[in-house]
């Protein structure tokens, strides 16, 4: 039991083992809306737009979090205008505008050679990075991220499922969708330091269509999609404190993993049930 | 009387190419019409600029005398082509059926008691009561079909749109949709439909409106589908044949036939019923 609650003596340890969960948990969360919107490419995109964001925000000594979220929120605006207004498809401006934005930063950075190793953390993620105050912000993020969907539960619900007919039955879809697209920012922003930018997209996609291969309900698949996310944050930072791995890693390593038992699991059961009713004719 | 949808002189087009011309359309209260066409004509088109998802390029579309400029129309139930449906979508029928109460319910994520109780009557009264907790993939056409109509009654609307609620299901059905929709007529309900069933509108509709980038004709099938009007809205070779009281309405075929193209077609084979191919037919349609 000591060695087990050993890690815990450390301050660092501590914080990022609290901020793992609520970040998997988060991303569990937002994920479902993201798989059946068939938008995890956007997740991806975004986290790449932000990192830029956060180099400049750090090149010019504003707050990272703002910076960062303020460029986050105008990409994400920047693609919906895009695609509204031109015959430029989604995945196209998604590429163009959070690549730019991306190659921004790593300009940024090779100019100014010294900050590069600060910068490993928001690629890669890294526990050691974690402070009292980014928990701090996690928490706020995931607290306000779970109210919205709390309270906007069933117009997200007939917005992802189709969103021209729900516009119909009178859910302001166009709000939606631009409240959506703050909460994903503001969700990617906080999960950067832990998960790191290039990580982030997995940890969108993987625990969602995990629930969604145990369960055809949409309740059930948000409550199931964010505890696998929650649960791997937490089993990952053990492990990637134990194996001296980047906690990004760790956590997504183990995400896929839990993806490919669960995939196997299922259609083991599948094929057994297809057997029962062959014997039974 | 005042129209409950009125289009004045409405044009409409996705580009530059105009995909609707001029239209002029009145719809009165307690009127039921369908919209025939060719693919493409515009049907869906004209359902959603009446809905106000798309808006006109010109002209005007009033909802209860009120111009939409943009807003979606009020009270409007809408059945949307069920191919448009995202079917791997993880939601069953009463998840569904909900989503039409999304403005009435109250703020909480979870449906009140009046929610459920009208969600039961309202699959009771289509008769898909016992289907409730089925992810809507798991039903047959017809039962779909019913399912978002559901969704669509339980608003409470004042004009119902259904885009091709015939399509894609065999002749029973749709013969039973529409009559389900006589009903709901008779109990006052304006419905608007598209259809490519030119004999089942024959059939069951007081008044139908030929599309065709415009409007061609309206009025009562017995009166408009004539060779004339149906020729220029399919741009096709059309036949009207009147009998027993009934119209039915067929293409022409073209100048050759499939014989005349392929004189010895691949003939199938017939086989023998044996109670094991039966067998071995039915597991293969089970593991699908
Ligand atoms: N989203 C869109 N973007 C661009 N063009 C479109 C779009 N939707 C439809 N069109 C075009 O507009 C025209 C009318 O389409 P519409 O769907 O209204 O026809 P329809 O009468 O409903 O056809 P169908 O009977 O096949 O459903 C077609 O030429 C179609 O190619
Ligand atoms: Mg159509």
Redesign the interface.
């Given at each position: 039991m000591d060695v087990f609650l050993q890690p815990f003596q450390f301050e660092f340890f501590r914080n990022g083992t609290l901020a793992a969960v609520l970040v998997g948990g988060l991303c569990g969360l937002i994920g479902v809306y993201i798989v059946?919107r068939g938008m995890s490419y956007i997740g991806h995109g975004l986290s790449h737009a932000i990192f830029g964001g956060a180099v400049v925000a750090f090149v010019m000594t504003w707050n990272f979090y703002l910076g960062a979220g303020l460029w986050g929120f105008l990409a994400a605006v920047l693609i919906n205008q895009t695609v509204r207004r031109t015959r430029i498809s989604a995945d196209a401006a998604i590429g163009v505008i959070t690549t730019a934005s991306f190659a921004i930063g790593v300009a940024l950075i090779s100019r100014y050679r010294r900050f590069t190793r600060s910068f490993d953390a928001a690629l890669f993620g890294n526990i050691l990075g974690v402070t009292g105050q980014d928990v701090l912000v996690v928490a706020a993020v995931t607290l306000m991220v779970g109210a919205i969907i709390?309270?906007l539960?069933?117009?997200l619900?007939?917005t992802?499922?189709?969103a021209?007919?729900?516009?119909?039955?009178?859910?302001k879809t166009e709000w939606i969708d631009t409240l959506f697209s703050l909460v994903l920012a503001a969700a990617l922003i906080a999960s950067m330091q832990i998960l790191g930018v290039t990580l982030i997209a997995a940890a969108l996609v993987i625990p969602a269509i995990t629930a969604?291969l145990l369960?055809?309900?949409?309740?059930r698949?948000i409550v199931l999609s964010t505890l696998i996310g929650a649960v791997t944050g937490l089993i990952g930072m053990y492990l990637s404190y134990y194996v001296d791995v980047s906690s990004g890693a760790t956590i997504v390593l183990l995400q896929a993993t839990a993806f490919g038992l669960v995939l196997m699991i299922t259609s083991l059961q599948k094929r057994a049930a297809?057997r029962l009713?062959?014997t039974h004719? | 009387m005042q129209p409950l949808v009125e289009l004045n002189h409405v044009a409409f087009g996705y580009g530059s190419e105009p995909v609707l011309e001029d239209i002029c359309l009145h719809l009165h209260p307690g009127q039921f019409a369908a919209l025939v066409g060719p693919s493409g004509a515009g049907k869906t088109s004209l359902l959603k600029l009446i809905l106000g998802v798309l808006q006109p390029a010109r002209g005007e579309i009033c909802v209860h005398g009120k111009s939409l400029n943009g807003r979606p129309a009020p009270r409007v139930g809408y059945v949307p082509q069920l191919e448009s449906v995202d079917w791997n979508f993880p939601v069953t029928v009463e998840q569904v059926v909900l989503m039409g109460r999304v403005r009435r319910s109250g703020v909480w994520p979870w449906p009140g008691v009046e929610d459920r109780r009208r969600v039961r009557e309202v699959l009771e009264r289509l008769e898909i009561g016992g289907l409730a907790g089925r992810h809507i993939r798991d039903l047959s056409g017809g039962q779909q079909q019913r399912v978002f109509l559901a969704r669509a009654l339980i608003a409470e609307p004042d004009l119902l749109v259904l885009d091709e609620p015939t399509t894609g299901v065999d002749m029973r059905t749709a013969e039973n949709v529409l009559h389900m929709l006589a009903h709901l007529n008779q109990q006052g309900m304006t419905i608007l439909i598209t259809t490519h069933d030119l004999n089942a509108a024959a059939g069951h509709l007081p008044w139908v409106v030929c599309l065709n980038r415009r409007v061609i004709a309206q009025g009562p099938p017995d009166e408009i589908f004539t060779t004339e009007t149906l020729n220029e809205t399919y741009r096709g070779d059309m036949l009207v044949i009147r009998q027993d009281g009934m119209l039915f309405v067929q293409q022409k075929p073209h100048g050759h036939t499939y014989h005349d193209l392929v004189p010895n077609p691949v003939a199938g084979e017939a086989m023998p019923q044996t109670p094991e191919s039966n067998n071995g037919r039915l597991s293969s349609t089970v593991s699908v």
């Open positions: 059946l709390f309270f539960y069933k117009q619900l007939f992802t499922f189709d021209e007919v729900a516009q119909v039955y009178g859910v969604r369960t055809d309900s949409f309740n698949m297809r009713i062959h004719l | -």
